[in-house]
Structure formats: structure tokens, C-alpha cells
């Protein structure tokens, strides 16, 4: 059962760029916010950036400028551009999908894409 599917990793060498996709499966009715968050060896995972449904964006500080990210609502789909890499954004990068529920904030997680930026 997989809700959420990643795509788009892989080597890069720095000053390059990729783009980062993200599709959420129909069983998940209705979501608030979808993002990005990216988890090097030896770190904790940290978010990259998110979009809620309004188009309202928060970004890390080390990508401002460089990523971006966007969202297509009814296709269930958010995209990271990843440009001028670094060697410092080399990562497991996870889509995430918020949601509210009678409980609370349920979140979901993709399985994440590797990616790799090379001096």
C-alpha cells in the first residue's frame, strides 16, 4: 500500500539541478500540506520546504533562493526544482502529506529518493 511515490533523485555534480516529484495516491481523500524533507547521514531529518493548499510556501534557510516548490492540487502532486546544487544537499529526500482528522494531524511519508551532488 503506497500513498505516497517519489521521483526524479539521483547524481548531480554541484551547480547542477534536478526536479523532485511526488504523487499521492487516491485513498488519501484530502490533504492540507505537502513538502519536502531531506535527512543526511548522521542527521535528523529536516524539512526543506512545504506548500499548503492556499500556495503558501515556507522554505530552510540553505535552500532559499535555489528550490522552489510548487503543487498541482487536483492531481495530488507536489514538485521540488533543485537548482545550483550543492554538495551540502546531498540526502534522502521524503515527500510528506498532511491532513487533518477528528485525532489530530495525521502525516504521511514517502519512502524517499536519493540525492547525490558531487564536487
Known amino acids: 500500500q503506497v500513498q505516497l511515490v517519489e521521483s526524479g533523485g539521483g547524481l548531480v555534480q554541484a551547480g547542477g539541478s534536478l526536479r523532485l516529484s511526488c504523487a499521492a495516491s487516491r485513498s488519501i481523500l484530502s490533504i492540507n500540506i505537502m513538502g519536502w524533507y531531506r535527512q543526511a547521514p548522521g542527521k535528523q531529518r529536516e524539512l526543506v520546504a512545504d506548500?499548503?493548499?492556499?500556495?503558501?510556501?515556507n522554505y530552510d534557510e540553505f535552500v532559499k533562493g535555489r528550490f522552489t516548490i510548487s503543487r498541482e492540487i487536483a492531481k495530488k502532486t507536489v514538485y521540488l526544482q533543485m537548482n545550483s546544487l550543492k554538495p551540502e544537499d546531498t540526502a534522502v529526500y521524503y515527500c510528506n502529506a498532511r491532513r487533518a482528522e477528528s485525532s489530530g494531524l495525521r502525516s504521511y511519508w514517502g519512502q524517499g529518493t536519493q540525492v547525490t551532488v558531487s564536487s
Open positions: 506548500i499548503d493548499s492556499g500556495g503558501n510556501r
